[in-house]
């Protein structure tokens, strides 16, 4: 049994090969600080609705 936690305080997530999927998302590259919220609600959500962890991943700038 393997597991990392990741995050941290209300907003730790533990991942594990005995414990539920938890999913990693986000886009390659943000553009606004309005849309890494949006997409981090939305993925908060999906996350809520299908009783998963969700961690969001995101770069700001790949220039």
């Keep these: 049994m393997t597991r990392v936690l990741i995050g941290h305080g209300a907003r730790r997530v533990t991942i594990g090969d005995d414990l539920p999927l938890t999913l990693i998302a ?7 600080r309005d849309l890494a919220l949006k997409l ?7 996350g809520e609705r ?7 991943k995101a770069s700001f700038d790949k220039a």
């Design 50 to 56: 299908l009783k998963i962890g969700v961690v969001f």
């Design 26 to 32: 986000g886009p390659c590259a943000l553009e606004s």
């Design 40 to 46: 981090a609600g939305e993925l908060a959500a999906i």
